[in-house]
């Protein structure tokens, strides 16, 4: 008997049937068809959950029979049926299970089209996993321009590269996977963290050409001295790190809090500051220190739920994205807001090319540059506090977003730090403890020298 292709009712409808994790976690979708292509991809499986414990995997198979072996053979991976091919409901996947990346293990067939046309609309990259070319695949035809919207092609014979290049594809997009099955898996994961880590709000910011002109005009009016004296009720955008300073009053000692447990350790309710820094808005419904005079921040959501802070934007496109958004708002009070990246700060130097900071590094950078005469850090765990993620969050895996990378964040921070020539008092245990390794590592250094 060949197989059911047809969900259950259940099977429809995963949010609802309880079979996907809580709101804004995150997931990387694989499509496939046969078990033959999932058990090829089993090892880039381990590797993506062992390097990201906070991004969940998804599987779509078109048979029944082809999902109870999944749920069998992989217990920790969400195993769905695909969506029917129409645009509405592949994006209701991406949305509702918040894809930030997706994968067709072989070759591709028409009713991907739905699904890359979606992702392509949501700026979510796709890559495919192919033993050949287009040349050997009769249904790339069909599909038209389909293949290049796919963001990577991984092959594994030269015949495949050669085919694909000579398509069209650009030599960078396409991965020739050769080597023992760890150094492919290696190679595989090297493209895909690159992928995971785009910002997809902006990127979707920029291949909206409306969005891209309204983003374009806001940014523009900003440059126009009248325009922005003309907007000053509603808009102030401190240009510099001595405007930031006055604006929050010179302060003396700055409060550092990120996100993690220590950022409400009792210690911290005894500091005695003058100027509160903190991240995004998690924090707000605990009531703990819920005042802040600076915000670091890219979400909007944030802009609208804290009041009377100065919004801290960590670039040009993050400014231009939400400063359209306010505008086009008729009735909000006066936002100001800083954007990191026209300071100048060691963020901008080219050996941070590629690199995504969190807003907390970010924090960490502009409150250095203010240099106060003292200044306090707590909440900057570095995903390895006891207590879990955040206060009260012993459910969220205790690792960095997809999006940021632990070794290069820690590089961050020990740069920041070197750069404070304050009292500093830090909080977070595990900052510390790296803070003072890093400092004993370059004393030995400067003594062998």
């Known amino acids: 008997m060949s197989e059911q292709p047809h969900p259950t009712a259940c099977e429809g409808f995963p949010v609802r049937c309880g079979q996907v994790r809580n709101p804004g976690e995150r997931s990387f979708w694989f499509i496939g068809r046969k078990r033959e292509d999932f058990e090829a991809a089993r090892d880039l499986v381990a590797a993506l959950m062992d390097r990201y414990p906070r991004l969940d995997i998804v599987f779509t198979a078109p048979g029944r029979t082809t999902r109870q072996w999944l749920r069998e053979a992989f217990p920790r991976v969400l195993v769905l049926p695909p969506p029917l091919p129409f645009a509405t409901i592949a994006n209701r996947y991406l949305m509702n299970l918040n894809v930030r990346c997706l994968m067709i293990l072989g070759d591709l067939a028409t009713e991907d089209r739905p699904v890359l046309r979606a992702a392509n609309r949501r700026a979510i990259p796709a890559a495919i996993g192919q033993a050949a070319g287009p040349q050997a695949n009769p249904d790339v035809g069909a599909l038209g321009a389909v293949p290049e919207r796919l963001d990577h092609h991984f092959v594994t014979a030269a015949g495949a590269a050669e085919s694909l290049a000579a398509a069209g594809i650009a030599r960078d997009r396409i991965t020739l996977l050769a080597g023992t099955p760890a150094e492919r898996t290696a190679a595989t994961i090297t493209v895909l963290a690159r992928l995971l880590m785009q910002d997809l709000k902006l990127n979707r910011s920029s291949q909206r050409p409306i969005r891209r002109r309204l983003e374009a005009l806001a940014l523009w009016s900003m440059e126009q001295p009248r325009l922005r004296r003309l907007l000053a009720r509603r808009i102030e955008r401190l240009d510099d790190i001595r405007a930031l300073g006055r604006a929050l009053g010179d302060p003396q000692t700055i409060l550092c809090l990120g996100n993690g ?33 600076m915000v670091f921040t890219g979400s909007k959501s944030t802009l609208a739920l804290v009041k009377g802070a100065i919004f801290g934007l960590q670039s040009i496109k993050s400014e231009a994205r939400l400063l359209a958004t306010r505008l086009l708002q008729p009735y909000f009070g006066l936002v100001r807001y800083a ?16 690199v995504r900071p969190t807003n907390g590094a970010a924090m960490l950078a502009v409150a250095v540059a203010l240099q106060p005469a003292r200044l306090v850090i707590a909440g900057i ?63 030995g250094l400067q003594g062998a020298v």
Not at 341 to 349: G, W
């Open 339 to 354: 954007t990191i990246e026209r300071f100048a700060l060691y963020l901008t130097e080219p050996r941070w090319e590629g």
């Open 381 to 443: 765990d570095l995903f390895s506090h006891p207590a879990g993620t955040y206060p009260g969050d012993t459910a969220t895996p205790n690792a960095y977003s997809p999006g940021h990378e632990a070794e290069s964040e820690l590089a961050l921070l020990m740069a920041a730090l070197s750069l404070y020539q304050g009292e500093l008092v830090i909080l977070s245990p595990a900052l510390q403890e790296r803070w003072d390794e890093h400092r004993s590592g370059r004393q």
């Open 261 to 293: 447990p220590s950022s409400e350790d009792p210690a911290v309710a005894a500091v005695d500051y003058d100027c509160l820094f903190r991240v995004n808005h998690s924090w707000l419904p605990r009531g703990f220190l819920t005042e802040p005079d």
